[in-house]
């Protein structure tokens, strides 16, 4: 399986600071995505990174991919309470025709 | 509206009864995807449907059913319910055009099976 592993499984940090979280995945890929979950709710795309891409910004999101290690990390920056959920990679493996999601992690952040 | 809406929202049902849950989608996607979801696992892929012709088993399809009605309808059925199909069920949709795979999902389904 080519299913990604988030780590940590849980975090919790005070409002304003920033939150990283790492994705690792086990066979090469076309490019990885990060989605989230609010509790009990659907998935919500947030960032799309290719395989030859080491860097993606979007808003308070950094996304970097390190092909080489198999791993990709999510920073969100300046924290906000609003951005309590849980965050999920989710890979897109050369040949397959689906994605694979990681387990996800638990963000909580603390007003 | 919703793009992607999924019917019911939540179900309780019996071991051994049939269930369907629906999913219809507005987005114009010619993808659509069942998925499960149980707490500490992610999401894991029951089936998936690139066309209404189409129809692929995922990662854990047994005991489950699928059938593709039109492009924007993908109903996922479980023949005889048992309790470890007590889950959050999700539908999802992906445009084969835009690259990168993007799924939109649905708001879930919470089925309980007693």
């Known amino acids: 399986s080519q299913q990604g592993e988030e780590d940590p499984q849980a975090l919790s940090i005070q409002e304003g600071e920033n939150a990283t979280m790492n994705c690792s995945y086990k066979?090469?890929?076309?490019?990885l995505q990060w989605y989230r979950q609010n509790s009990g709710r659907g998935l919500v795309h947030l960032i799309l990174?290719?395989?030859?891409?080491r860097e993606k910004h979007s808003g308070r999101l950094r996304v970097t991919l390190d092909t080489s290690k198999k791993s990709s990390s999510l920073l969100i920056t300046a924290s906000r309470a609003a951005d309590t959920a849980s965050y999920f990679c989710?890979?897109?493996?050369?040949?397959?025709?689906?994605?694979?999601f990681g387990t996800g992690t638990r963000l909580t952040v603390i007003p | 509206d919703a793009d992607v809406t999924q019917t019911p929202r939540n179900r309780i049902t019996k071991t051994g009864k049939r269930i369907m849950l629906e999913c219809s989608q507005t987005?114009?996607?010619?993808?659509m995807y069942w998925y499960r979801q149980d707490p500490g696992l992610g999401l894991r892929l029951i089936y998936y449907?690139?066309?209404?012709?189409?129809?692929n088993k995922g990662e854990i399809s047994d005991g489950y059913s699928v059938s593709r009605q039109a492009q924007a309808k993908f109903s996922l059925s479980l023949e005889s319910a048992i309790p470890n199909q007590t889950a959050l069920y999700f539908c999802?949709?992906?445009?084969?055009?835009?690259?990168?795979?993007?799924?939109?999902f649905g708001p879930g389904t919470r089925l309980l099976v007693l």
């Open positions: 989710a890979t897109d493996g050369i040949g397959a025709n689906n994605l694979f």
């Open positions: 066979t090469s890929i076309n490019n």
């Open positions: 999802a949709t992906s445009d084969s055009q835009g690259g990168g795979e993007t799924q939109y």
């Open positions: 990174i290719r395989s030859n891409e």
């Open positions: 987005k114009g996607h010619d993808r």
């Open positions: 449907s690139f066309d209404v012709k189409d129809i």
